[in-house]
Each structure stands twice: as structure tokens, then as C-alpha cells.
């Protein structure tokens, strides 16, 4: 689904003793959807981000579909150890989570281990125009260290 404003920015935060994290308001409103529900994903090592929980879903569903189709029509039969790596990577990938006064996130067990920052750390939370991003500080410098030099070239391909 095509977002309805692209979403960027860049904020530094820090974790709380908990585990909680405040998010700019304009980044809550672009992924809490009109139910009230965000996904929370694991993206890489040292990287979450936060999806209004619609979008999500039908982006998985549409994956996972894709899928069966192959598994039904039998053109999986030799990547079965492929679907199974994939089924343990889709159970542990995402959780519902809920954003409290609509934009305090609390960050589960599992996704802490992920994102590597700890209680009172500093993460960035970057817009990726159709989600947000949590980053641990340095893997978002390495981040941008590897894809910034390609910025032009990646800005006029997507844009032409």
C-alpha cells in the first residue's frame, strides 16, 4: 500500500529503565493506524522499525501467498530447508505492540536483545518514507556510511 506522506526525519532518543521510548509525535501518528495498531519488526542487527499494523499485514499476506502458490504447485519441493528457515524467521519477526499516549513505545523482550542498546541508551529514529526506524547509534552510522555515497545515483533511478 502506497504511503500517504513519505516519513523522514531524524531524531536521537534514549531508552528508559524500562525499555520505553518516546517517539516524535509526527512519526506515532504515521504508523499507528486508524485502529490503534503497529507492528513492531525486526529489520537488521541493531535495527527495528515500526509499522502501522494494516500495512504490514497486507504486505505479509501478500508475501506468504506468493509462497503457498509455489509450495501448492509444487516448485518448492527442493527448498524445503529454505521454507522452514523462513517459517522461524516470520514467527519471530513481529509483534503487535501497542504505542501508550499514542506515542510511547515500550520495546519486548526479544527485540531488546536485537536492537543491542541498553536501559537508558541512545537509539536514532530515522523516517525510511514508509516506516519508521530505531537504530542502535552505530549501526545506523555504518548505515549510512555504506548507502550515502549512492544517494544520487539511487535518488535519480528511483525518480526517472
Request: hydrophobic share 40%; net charge neutral.
Amino acid at each position: 500500500m502506497p504511503p500517504d506522506a513519505f516519513i523522514t526525519g531524524e531524531y536521537r532518543r534514549s531508552l528508559d529503565d524500562r525499555f520505553r521510548l518516546t517517539l516524535p509525535t509526527e512519526f506515532a501518528s504515521a504508523v499507528l493506524g486508524d485502529d490503534g495498531q503497529t507492528i513492531l519488526a525486526k529489520e537488521r542487527y541493531g535495527c527495528l522499525s515500526l509499522w502501522k499494523a494494516a500495512d504490514w499485514r497486507q504486505r505479509m499476506s501478500d508475501g506468504v501467498s506468493l509462497i503457498r502458490e509455489k509450495i501448492r504447485t509444487g516448485r518448492m519441493e527442493q527448498r524445503w530447508t529454505d521454507v522452514q528457515r523462513l517459517g522461524r524467521l516470520l514467527s519471530t519477526r513481529s509483534s503487535d505492540v501497542k504505542l501508550a499516549n499514542r506515542s510511547r513505545l515500550l520495546i519486548p523482550e526479544g527485540f531488546r536483545e536485537f536492537l543491542d542498546v541498553p536501559k537508558g541508551g541512545d537509539v536514532m529514529i530515522v523516517g525510511a518514507v514508509v516506516c519508521v526506524e530505531i537504530w542502535k547509534p552505530e549501526a545506523w552510522l555504518e548505515q549510512l556510511r555504506t548507502d550515502m555515497p549512492g544517494f544520487g545515483d539511487l535518488f535519480k533511478e528511483l525518480s526517472s
